[in-house]
């Protein structure tokens, strides 16, 4: 029998929340973001399921190859652009669309003469301060793509610092419109939290409508004070975590406020169990000490598998369906948690009880916002963790 951790892909759950994306968008087209291995997810995996979007936006162009080779062949965004001249003809022959954030992927593409062979997206630093032109350099860089005889549409784009957070994108955004609100061409702004904080939720409006909810209910939402700006969502949006149930604030409240679905899932089996006297301590360094006598399990899953290895005493785990923590140090193949609460409630506990680390498994859920934030860090980080050595089954 091999060791019985195992992820879950479900692919329900991925055409579900780009449903949700659209909704949340009606008019504009939809990038799904499946850089990172479709964060994770696998993009083979992913593909089927989300072809229903209008176009994958990436960075690596093995994965834009990939994606032609499982025979798509509607538009592939590379969202850092080319990394030299040679990728422009890699471009050309996969017909890829490209990020132009600095001036020497502009000196490329003007050496190129193929007649309007490139889509390009002019991309603005707004603020992110990592990649794009500066809205003083913004306008002279789009007059010389404009010149580039290589060049075809430009799409005008920018990446938002503070979506998912207080801050939010009015700055941004305003930045953004003052620069180059009258030239033409698309928009593209909005990652998964400014479409979440800006985008049509169509509950919410019914509820408000009837007087039940303050717009701002929803904790991911704009504030009251913060302009309207339905202008932001353009003409594509750019959502990523959304498609994979994640919250992009890191609130769990968030993915259910806007009914995301959990798209992977990481389960395991106890493979054994101690009794404890009170006063012993658990794992490397003795580092969680009970107070009382104590039931532990031994969960297989480490940080070998993606499990964080800072995840603490009380980050949550379901054994046998019920919610309880794990107690001391995570090591590298295993996790030990706490069995009394699963005891209490009447479930056996016992070795070989299934063990759900994130997800959504046999109708219980327990959020990956919720392990990643026990754990100080984000469900992006634990989804693209994910290690090569845990067997993935599409389910
Ligand atoms: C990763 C990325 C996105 C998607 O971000 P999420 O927070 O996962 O929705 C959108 N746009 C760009 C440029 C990105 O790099």
Redesign the pocket.
């Known amino acids: 029998m091999p060791r019985p951790i195992q992820a879950i892909i479900h692919p329900e759950a991925l055409s579900h929340n780009l449903a949700r994306a659209r909704l949340a968008a009606p008019q504009a087209k939809v990038?799904a973001?499946v850089?990172a291995n479709a964060?994770g997810h696998g993009i083979e995996r992913a593909f089927a399921a989300l072809r229903a979007a209008d176009g994958f936006?990436l960075?690596d162009l093995a994965e834009a190859e990939a994606l032609r080779a499982l025979g798509w062949g509607g538009p592939i965004l590379l969202?850092?652009g080319c990394f030299g001249a040679d990728d422009l003809q890699l471009c050309e022959r996969l017909n890829l669309w490209h990020?132009v954030h600095d001036a020497a992927q502009l000196n490329w593409l003007a050496a190129r003469r193929k007649p309007r062979a490139h889509r390009v997206y002019l991309k603005m630093n707004t603020g992110m301060n990592r990649l794009g032109f500066t809205s003083a350099q913004y306008r002279a860089a789009w007059d010389r793509l404009q010149q580039c005889p290589a060049v075809g549409e430009i799409t005008h784009?920018t990446?938002f610092a503070t979506a998912?957070g207080p801050q939010g994108t009015t700055d941004a955004f305003d930045l953004f419109q003052r620069c180059m609100g009258d030239l033409p061409g698309e928009r593209s702004l909005c990652?998964?939290?400014a479409?979440l904080r800006h985008g049509h939720h169509p509950a919410e409006e019914v509820l408000h409508l009837a007087g039940h909810a303050p717009r701002n209910a929803n904790p991911a939402r704009a504030t009251a004070n913060e302009a309207p700006q339905a202008a932001i969502l353009g003409d594509w949006v750019?959502?990523?975590?959304?498609l994979y149930g994640g919250s992009?604030t890191g609130l769990a409240a968030d993915a259910k406020a806007w009914d995301l679905h959990p798209a992977m899932s990481l389960v395991t089996r106890i493979v054994g169990v101690q009794q404890i006297a009170a006063g012993a301590s658990v794992g490397y360094g003795g580092v969680f000490t009970s107070q009382q006598p104590m039931r532990i399990g031994v969960a297989a899953v480490g940080y070998a598998d993606g499990y964080p290895r800072h995840a603490p005493t009380g980050t949550p785990i379901v054994v046998d369906g019920i919610r309880t923590r794990i107690v001391g140090r995570v090591s590298m193949d295993m996790v030990t948690v706490d069995l009394d609460p699963v005891r209490a409630a009447g479930r056996a506990a016992d070795v070989g009880s299934p063990v759900l680390c994130w997800g959504r498994h046999n109708g219980v859920e327990l959020p990956i916002d919720d392990v990643a934030t026990a754990a100080a860090t984000l469900g992006?980080e634990l989804m693209c963790a994910l290690a090569s050595r845990v067997p993935v089954h599409v389910e």
Do not use: Q, T
């Not at 750019?238 to 959304?242: E, L």
């Open positions: 990038w973001v850089k964060y936006a960075l969202l850092e990020v784009m990446h998912e990652n998964s939290a479409l750019r959502p990523g975590i959304m992009a992006y």
